[in-house]
């Protein structure tokens, strides 16, 4: 039962590094998601994907790029970091958006960028 | 932009006592959905609500979904330590591509 794997879990990053988180579903979900949750505050959501090959910006996209080659993976890719990066990330997948599809979420990735 | 607001922010409560936080949108929603997010933990679906007017019940939990399609509240009786953790909406619009926006959320502190 994986459902939504996300690595790594923690990570601490200099300013003007990359790094890429990863985000697999195994449920053959065709949407999947990338929020970001500021300590104490509601998710954000940077970039969504309805399917393979295809992807959007959510509220927050800036400083951040996505891929989905596979319905399977949606990384998402840090190019500068920067400290305004510091944040929880979570990936999420549904089967679509719909009425009646619950959104399923990683167990999250704590990134500080120092 | 999308505006999903929740409140209260906080809320402490004694063992027993009761809670409520309220989820309102500056736009019509087509479907609103409620999570349960526990400390240092993930969000985890509860519920999902669609008609106006809707009232949905889980144990002890009450959802309820404005006539107006506005606005959302969660009611819990005789709160247990258990059910600490912060809760938020989750608001759908069609016209955002049925993309879901998160509240702002609320935090429960349950006291024994």
């Known amino acids: 039962n994986a459902g939504v794997t996300q690595t790594p879990k923690f990570r601490i990053l200099k300013i003007g590094q990359s790094m890429t988180l990863q985000c697999a579903q195994d449920?053959?979900?065709?949407?999947m998601y990338w929020y970001r949750q500021d300590p104490g505050m509601g998710l954000k959501l940077i970039y969504y994907s309805v399917g393979a090959g295809i992807t959007d910006k959510g509220e927050v996209p800036n400083g951040y790029n996505v891929s989905r080659s596979t319905t399977e993976d949606f990384p998402l890719r840090l190019e500068l970091a920067a400290p305004s990066q510091t944040s929880v990330y979570f990936c999420?997948?549904?089967?679509?958006?719909?009425?009646?599809?619950?959104?399923?979420f990683g167990e999250g990735s704590w990134l500080t960028v120092v | 932009g999308q505006q999903v607001m929740q409140i209260p922010q906080y809320q402490h409560v004694q063992e027993g006592e009761d809670f409520t936080t309220y989820c309102n949108s500056s736009?019509?929603?087509?479907?609103i959905q409620w999570y349960k997010q526990r400390p240092g933990g993930h969000p985890v679906f509860l519920i999902q609500?669609?008609?106006?007017?809707e009232v949905k019940k889980q144990k002890r939990l009450t959802f309820q979904f404005g006539e107006a399609k506005k606005n959302s509240s969660l009611h819990i009786t005789a709160t247990q330590t258990t059910d600490v953790g912060t809760y938020f909406c989750a608001g759908g619009r069609v016209s955002s591509g049925n993309q879901f926006y998160f509240g702002t959320g609320t935090s429960l502190t349950v006291i024994p």
């Open positions: 736009t019509t929603l087509s479907n």
């Open positions: 999420a997948s549904s089967y679509s958006t719909g009425t009646g599809n619950t959104i399923y």
């Open positions: 449920m053959n979900h065709n949407y």
């Open positions: 609500l669609v008609k106006s007017g």
